[in-house]
């Protein structure tokens, strides 16, 4: 059963709002629940999404044609990335520009993940296609076709030479299995499911509760282990 952002209670409809709301009050108590924390600063959160654009040339047109697509789907200005050491194959000397990055955090950050999980993630051929790379507390996607961004149809001619968008999400989980239930219950595909057997169950059910005011989310927690 789904939940829509227009059912939330005393609330007004925002797009970043809703994932934050979904956050504070259903992901957040299904990690408690599950891994039993004893400070809520122990809690598992998606701290910050970064979108980068790397360069083998310090080519000015292909740097701020890099910049404009990041400003686009974004809405923020994006920086460049200096590289800290010379490269001679690539011809790259250190201090020179190698790609270009934004940062993006709180409400931006929560109206991106809104635009990857309703516009660009269903619009792929296929998830399990998407290139995604684990580090510590991080998840990497690796969108090697960045058409699929809506922003880019009129504009194909300027931006089809731009390949391999890398969007990083980073938490401040400990563990892997910490890291996976928190982008799982986010819906973002990870591609692991084998220690988060029941999160889609747990999610569907506790996302029924948001509809009805002054419920509480731990009465599905209670039927799920």
């Known amino acids: 059963m789904q939940a829509y952002p227009q059912d939330l209670p005393n609330q007004n409809y925002k797009a ?6 979904y956050y504070n009050n259903i992901i957040k108590y299904d990690l408690i629940n599950r891994y039993n924390y004893k400070n809520i600063k122990e809690i598992p959160k998606l701290k910050k999404i970064v979108l980068n654009f790397g360069c083998k040339t310090s080519e000015l047109k292909k740097l701020s044609t890099s910049l404009l697509f990041l400003q686009l789907i974004t809405t923020k200005k994006g920086k460049l990335t200096i590289s800290k050491q010379s490269n001679i194959i690539l011809k790259i000397r250190k201090g020179n520009p ?43 996607y690796n969108f090697e076709n960045i058409m699929i961004f809506k922003e880019l149809e ?72």
């Open 154 to 225: 009129k504009n194909y001619l300027v931006f089809n030479l731009l390949k391999n968008l890398q969007v990083t999400f980073i938490t401040n989980s400990i563990t892997n299995e910490e890291l996976f239930f928190l982008l799982n219950s986010f819906k973002l595909p990870t591609g692991l499911t084998k220690s988060l057997a029941n999160v889609t169950q747990l999610v569907e059910c506790n996302l029924a509760k948001i509809k009805v005011k002054g419920s509480n989310p731990f009465f599905c927690l209670n039927h799920i282990g």
């Open 98 to 140: 190698v790609g270009c990055k934004v940062i993006l955090v709180k409400t931006s950050m929560y109206k991106f993940l809104y635009k990857l999980l309703l516009e660009v993630l269903p619009r792929l051929k296929s998830r399990i296609l998407l290139k995604k790379t684990f580090y510590n507390n991080t998840l990497t």
């Open 16 to 21: 970043m709002s809703f994932l934050e709301y």
